[in-house]
């Protein structure tokens, strides 16, 4: 069941009036850009409130409701603050939450930005996240930090499919290395979504990392593919010497990074976003 197209202004407004009364003359604004799972809107000047849209999604919520709290103690960079939970009701059936709003530009609205300090703070940020302790941490429930085997499938159909546009020799020799490259090191925490959208600028620099409904142990190499989505060639390389994933780590973070893009090379969303990591990785015709 999706609720997401139900989901709006005055409903958010009459959920917060009934269950946290207190916030009930805060103006409720729905933010400029919308992702996928959750529909996000702003509570006043200082408070954020993400809705879930499936019950995947809330299950999704619930992990980050328990893990936001132990991450923040080991992280430089602010991470959201659940501030309230809020509990389903007939109108709307998920549990969801109030958050602390961050100030900051999304990276993907930030112009001139030097990909080298970019690339520097945020592989700052992942180490710090996985020196973390796994223990107990959650299994991402839709593979993230699991083998790419997962996604061979996909992974053939998007090549059959883009046929003569994509470089189809050089996919499957990328492709097949990442695969072979199936040795981990210990698990640790990783995102899971780490996008344009959820990196937040101030001053030039990264500022706050936003979005952990993906967050959970496992393999960390599905973070790297951040490396061909939005990073250029320097930005690349800086990010790599940071961060310094050995090589078959970084080649499974190759595959991630193509298996979004071949599969999504024609999704009316996401296509700008394929084609870009497909280009990067020398793949698109």
């Not at 470089?167 to 072979?180: E, H, V």
Request: proline letters at 6%.
């Amino acid at each position: 069941m999706s609720v997401s197209r139900s989901i709006d202004e005055d409903m958010v407004a009459e959920l917060i009036a009934r269950q946290f009364p207190r916030w009930s003359g805060l103006r409720v604004k729905a933010v400029k850009h919308q992702g996928w799972d959750n529909r996000t809107f702003r509570l006043g000047s200082d408070l954020v409130v993400r809705l879930p849209t499936s019950p995947r999604v809330e299950r999704q919520a619930a992990i980050e409701v328990d893990v936001l709290p132990a991450l923040a103690a080991g992280v430089s960079l602010p991470i959201p603050t659940v501030v309230a939970v809020g509990h389903g009701e007939p109108t709307y059936p998920f549990r969801w939450t109030v958050l602390n709003w961050l100030d900051g530009t999304p990276l993907r609205d930030e112009v001139g930005v030097d990909q080298r300090l970019l690339a520097s703070d945020l592989a700052a940020f992942l180490l710090e996240l996985r020196l973390l302790s796994p223990a107990g941490g959650p299994i991402h429930p839709v593979g993230l930090g699991q083998p790419l085997q997962q996604w061979d499938g996909q992974v053939g159909a998007a090549l059959e499919r883009l046929g003569d546009r994509i470089d189809t020799r050089r996919a499957r020799t990328i492709w097949a290395a990442a695969l072979r490259a199936s040795e981990q090191s210990a698990s640790s925490w990783f995102h899971g979504d780490i996008a344009p959208g959820n990196l937040l600028m101030r001053d030039g620099r990264l500022g706050a990392v936003i979005d952990f409904g993906s967050v959970g142990v496992g393999d960390p190499s599905c973070d790297l593919a951040f490396a061909w989505t939005a990073l250029g060639a320097e930005g690349r390389e800086v990010f790599r010497r940071k961060l310094a994933p050995d090589e078959a780590e970084w080649r499974r973070g190759m595959g991630w990074a193509l298996w979004f893009g071949l599969t999504r090379a024609d999704d009316p969303d996401d296509g700008a976003s394929a084609r870009h990591v497909l280009e990067a990785l020398s793949v698109l015709v």
